[in-house]
Nanobody, 119 residues
Framework: QVQLVESGGGLVQAGDSLTLSCAVS????????MGWFRQAPGKEREFLAH????????FYTNSVKGRFTISRDNAKNTVNLRMNRLQPDDTAVYYC????????????WGQGTQVTVSS
C-alpha cells in the first residue's frame, strides 16, 4: 500500500502563487510516476503534471505549462506543485497520485486539498 497526503491548499487571490505538497509513504518504488490532478465542481478530474521519481523527468498538460512546476524531494519523500499566477479557473480540489511504471492507471490517490482563487 502507498499512502499519499496532500497539503498546502487554501484561499488566495488572483495572481498569487501557492505550493502544494504531497507526502508519500508506504510500499513505494523508485520506478514510478507521481502526478498532480485537479477536479473542479461539476467537472472530471484533470491531469496537470507528472514526474518520474528516479530520474525527475517532468511532463505537463498544455494548460499549465510554464505556470505550474512539479518537483520532488527524495530526502523528504514529497512531491510538490508550485502554482504561479493563479486564476479563479484554477479553483479545484487538487490530488496527487502514484502509479508504477508500466501501469496505465494511477493506483493510489491522496484525499485532496482545496484551492480557491478569488477574483
Amino acid at each position: 500500500q502507498v499512502q499519499l497526503v496532500e497539503s498546502g491548499g487554501g484561499l488566495v487571490q488572483a495572481g498569487d502563487s501557492l505550493t502544494l505538497s504531497c507526502a508519500v509513504s508506504g510500499r513505494t518504488s523508485s520506478n514510478c510516476f507521481m502526478g498532480w490532478f485537479r477536479q473542479a465542481p461539476g467537472k472530471e478530474r484533470e491531469f496537470l503534471a507528472h514526474i518520474t521519481w528516479s530520474g525527475g523527468k517532468t511532463f505537463y498538460t498544455n494548460s499549465v505549462k510554464g505556470r505550474f512546476t512539479i518537483s520532488r524531494d527524495n530526502a523528504k519523500n514529497t512531491v510538490n506543485l508550485r502554482m504561479n499566477r493563479l486564476q479563479p479557473d484554477d479553483t479545484a480540489v487538487y490530488y496527487c497520485g502514484y502509479r508504477s511504471v508500466g501501469t496505465p492507471e494511477y493506483e493510489y490517490w491522496g484525499q485532496g486539498t482545496q484551492v480557491t482563487v478569488s477574483s
